[in-house]
């Protein structure tokens, strides 16, 4: 479906309303969805389609997956937790995954920031070069 710009521009101003501290607050999405559907604007689908989109892409900017080669201590965990608040701020949802093809080190993808420092990363780097 094809959005409009000024439909594109109404659902990043209603987006920036649920941003409380740098943080999404679920709430302010659900009640301003909510009255958007009530009031039924003109192109209200496409400013809809659009904000669920920023939605979208907000939850994933703010997730962080955590993947290791061997089940990481709870001491660990937050040594990790503790760097990606220092590097990306408080509210980040971090998930511990436990992938043993890694066979070392671990690999954390925050929206589309990867950092791989896993032995099966730096092994595929090596097989690229040649």
Same mark, same amino acid.
């Given at each position: 479906?094809?959005?409009?710009?000024?439909?594109?521009?109404?659902?990043?101003?209603?987006?920036?309303?649920?941003?409380?501290?740098?943080?999404?607050?679920?709430?302010?999405?659900?009640?301003? #969805?909510?009255?958007?559907?009530?009031?039924?604007?003109?192109?209200?689908?496409?400013?809809?389609?659009?904000?669920?989109?920023?939605?979208?892409?907000?939850?994933?900017?703010? #997730?962080?997956?955590?993947?290791?080669?061997?089940?990481? #201590?709870?001491?660990?965990?937050?040594?990790?937790?503790?760097?990606?608040?220092?590097?990306?701020?408080?509210?980040?949802?971090?998930?511990?995954?436990?992938?043993?093809?890694?066979?070392?080190?671990?690999?954390?993808?925050?929206?589309?920031?990867?950092?791989?420092?896993?032995?099966?990363?730096?092994?595929?780097?090596?097989?690229?070069?040649?």
């Amino acid at each position: 479906m094809k959005i409009s710009k000024q439909a594109r521009r109404d659902a990043k101003q209603l987006f920036r309303g649920t941003i409380i501290n740098g943080v999404m607050d679920e709430n302010r999405v659900r009640a301003t #969805t909510k009255a958007l559907i009530d009031r039924k604007p003109r192109g209200y689908m496409g400013i809809l389609d659009h904000m669920k989109r920023l939605v979208e892409l907000e939850i994933q900017r703010r #997730t962080a997956l955590v993947e290791s080669a061997t089940v990481l #201590t709870p001491q660990e965990q937050a040594g990790v937790q503790a760097n990606l608040a220092q590097r990306y701020g408080q509210g980040l949802n971090v998930i511990f995954a436990h992938e043993p093809s890694l066979i070392g080190g671990l690999r954390v993808q925050v929206g589309s920031d990867v950092y791989d420092g896993s032995v099966q990363g730096r092994l595929n780097a090596l097989k690229e070069s040649f």
